[in-house]
């Protein structure tokens, strides 16, 4: 099946976001790292940014460690007026402007790059977990969890490492069926998740997303190819297009 017959029918609809943050070019370390949280409380977004404790725990990295490496935080919230609780005002507004706006004439293309269809209907959190919420001029993305619970459920996913398996790069093809295997022995992350073509290691899920995954893996039937392949020669991307059922209606199909 071509690519272009995969949609987005059923996406995530997240409460909670997680903001990373990816540092600049000079920076020898361009993982991106957790630095805090767009969620719904009670029907109001807020956003919070994560605590020392809570930095070291994702990123095994001290807010100063962030700071040496340009990070400021993110300029529609001053790190320095964080209220108790996190910000609650205009917090949706200010994420959403990450997002092009619908009434432009390439906006159908915008959906379809994501394989979402123009006629579906997303509520802003669902269009930023989507998205990613990905602009070129800054290294801040917003990553969804995903929700451990969902049965059904398609989404893309970038393909975390991607870069640093520049021997598959060459023998890889849209469509490609891509394996999801548990890296049990891994020692850096014991949740990791290896995405493989033809037995060909070819990077990671997101570590955020990591965890979810397993479940979905042990739980559900996962299916997975690669969408697209992109980004510039430095620093290449790919995404892959994954699709969650309940293992019985995947026996049955």
């Known amino acids: 099946m071509l690519m272009l017959d995969r949609w987005i029918e059923h996406p995530s609809s997240p409460s909670e976001l997680v903001l990373t943050w990816r540092a600049p070019a000079y920076v020898s370390d361009r993982k991106r790292w957790a630095v805090g949280r767009l969620f719904l409380e009670g029907g109001i977004a807020k956003f919070?940014?994560?605590?020392?404790?809570?930095?070291?725990?994702?990123?095994?990295?001290?807010?100063?460690?962030?700071?040496?490496?340009?990070?400021?935080?993110?300029?529609?919230?001053?790190?320095?007026?964080?209220?108790?609780?996190?910000?609650?005002?205009?917090?949706?507004?200010?994420?959403?402007?990450?997002?092009?706006?619908?009434?432009?004439?390439?906006?159908?293309?915008?959906?379809?790059h994501h394989r979402f269809r123009e006629d579906k209907k997303l509520s802003t959190m669902e269009m930023l977990a989507l998205t990613e919420g990905r602009l070129p001029s800054d290294g801040f993305s917003l990553v969804d969890r995903l929700d451990p619970e969902a049965s059904v459920i398609e989404a893309v996913l970038e393909v975390a490492g991607y870069r640093h398996y520049p021997q598959t790069h060459s023998s890889l093809s849209i469509g490609d069926d891509v394996n999801l295997i548990p890296d049990d022995l891994n020692k850096f992350d014991p949740q990791a998740v290896k995405l493989c073509v033809d037995g060909n290691t070819i990077g990671y899920v997101n570590r955020f997303q990591a965890e979810t995954m397993r479940r979905w893996l042990s739980e559900k039937s996962v299916s997975a190819w690669l969408l697209r392949l992109n980004g510039q020669s430095g620093d290449p991307k790919a995404y892959i297009f994954v699709k969650v059922r309940p293992k019985q209606s995947f026996l049955a199909a």
Request: glycine share 8%; hydrophobic share 30%; aromatic share 14%.
């Open 48 to 112: 919070r940014y994560y605590n020392d404790e809570e930095l070291l725990k994702l990123n095994d990295k001290s807010r100063a460690d962030l700071t040496s490496c340009g990070f400021s935080g993110y300029p529609a919230f001053d790190i320095t007026k964080q209220p108790t609780g996190g910000f609650a005002s205009g917090v949706l507004e200010a994420f959403s402007r990450r997002l092009p706006p619908s009434n432009r004439t390439d906006f159908s293309k915008f959906l379809e």
